[in-house]
């Protein structure tokens, strides 16, 4: 599995650094592993997350503002999509 720092994922992705940041801080993608000096470490998963949330975002903003009604609903689905990533990842080791 590839892993990114946050400079890395936010150029593939082409969003700006502190959007990374900002996604993990309001809960858009699961808060990924850190590196002993802090750094973190996002895998290929996140990069999905990324792009769901993102496509989940530009979708809402054509025609719906982003409140206090959809942004949960947003984070909910993202969850549910991270907990499905760790179950099938999780039935694969075994």
Not at 2 to 10: D, H, L, P, W
């Given at each position: 599995?590839?892993?990114?720092?946050?400079?890395?994922?936010?150029h593939?992705?082409?969003?700006?650094?502190?959007?990374?940041?900002?996604?993990?801080?309001?809960?858009?993608?699961?808060?990924?592993?850190?590196?002993?000096?802090?750094?973190?470490?996002?895998?290929?998963?996140?990069m999905?997350?990324?792009?769901?949330?993102?496509?989940?975002?530009?979708?809402?903003?054509?025609?719906?503002?982003?409140?206090?009604?959809?942004?949960?609903?947003?984070?909910?689905?993202?969850?549910?999509?991270?907990?499905?990533?760790?179950?099938?990842?999780?039935?694969?080791?075994?």
């Open positions: 599995m590839n892993t990114y720092k946050t400079a890395e994922i936010a593939r992705i082409g969003i700006h650094p502190n959007t990374v940041r900002l996604y993990e801080e309001v809960g858009l993608i699961p808060k990924p592993q850190r590196e002993a000096n802090g750094y973190r470490v996002f895998t290929d998963f996140h999905e997350q990324f792009k769901f949330a993102r496509t989940a975002l530009k979708a809402a903003s054509l025609d719906l503002r982003i409140d206090s009604v959809l942004l949960p609903v947003i984070v909910m689905i993202a969850l549910a999509v991270t907990c499905i990533g760790v179950s099938i990842r999780f039935f694969r080791w075994e």
